[in-house]
């Protein structure tokens, strides 16, 4: 068996995939689902603040797409929100400050719904947290994990109106995040009244190093697919190993 590192790619059926908007943008995607059977819940992802470097390829949400399709059968859905560049290519249209980027979040939604993709779950990082909890609290999702939510643009209006919806919200807050700690997090965030906030020992906004991000990737595990956590740390089967060489 070889060990999971920061680079490791295991087995998924891997495809790239266009979201139209409602009005009228196409956004570049994509989706890696298990090879073998179906899967068992769907993770929708809203990277962080494009203006200073977010994209669907930050580097907590490629690791999920990498591994959590082999190792726990859930699908991992990724996409550029407008005007925003990576590897991939750019989505059309201009940054709005997390606003206009609901009718992006919806679009993933409306796809994920049109090819019948179980248990839908919204994850945010930073910026991408903004996004999920002005525009996400609508069906058919389950419910919302939020990275480093730093509710810079959020109402407490905004965050109760999920507490009316019931659907549970789980915000990893690291340790020592430069935005919002895990004290202030704790009272922001009183309005959302089933909000489940965790507090990560020694970790920071961007969740660097490997330590970190497999506590993110368990904590998600946990919330969407009981039975399949905590992770393994090794692999026994083919993987490959990315580089940007």
């Not at 073998?36 to 962080?48: C, D, F, K, R």
């Not at 609901?102 to 796809?111: E, R, S």
């Not at 909000?195 to 970790?203: C, D, F, H, S, T």
Request: proline share 9%; charged share 20%.
């Amino acid at each position: 068996m070889a060990e999971i590192g920061p680079n490791s790619v295991l087995p998924a059926t891997r495809e790239p995939i266009t979201l139209q908007t409602a009005d009228g943008l196409k956004l570049v995607g994509d989706i890696a689902l298990p090879e073998n059977g179906e899967p068992s819940a769907l993770l929708i992802m809203v990277h962080p603040l494009p203006t200073h470097g977010g994209s669907m390829q930050s580097h907590l949400f490629r690791k999920m797409a990498w591994r959590l399709p082999a190792l726990t059968s859930i699908a991992v859905l990724r996409f550029n929100t407008r005007g925003t560049t990576s590897s991939d290519g750019t989505s059309e249209g201009s940054f709005d400050n997390g606003y206009l980027e609901g009718q992006d979040l919806n679009a993933a939604i409306d796809w994920a719904a049109s090819r019948a993709l179980p248990d839908p779950w919204l994850v945010g990082w930073s910026f991408g947290t903004d996004v999920i909890l002005r525009h996400g609290n609508r069906q058919p999702v389950r419910g919302a994990i939020l990275l480093s939510p730093p509710l810079r643009t959020i109402t407490d209006a905004e965050l109760a109106a999920w507490s009316d919806s019931n659907r549970p919200v789980i915000a990893l807050i690291p340790e020592h995040d430069e935005f919002l700690p895990p004290k202030e997090a704790r009272d922001r965030f009183k309005p959302l009244t089933q909000a489940k906030v965790i507090e990560v020992a020694g970790a920071k906004h961007l969740w660097t190093g490997e330590p970190y991000v497999r506590q993110v990737l368990n904590q998600i595990v946990q919330a969407v697919a009981l039975n399949r956590a905590p992770l393994p740390n090794n692999w026994d089967g083919p993987m490959t190993k990315w580089s940007d060489l």
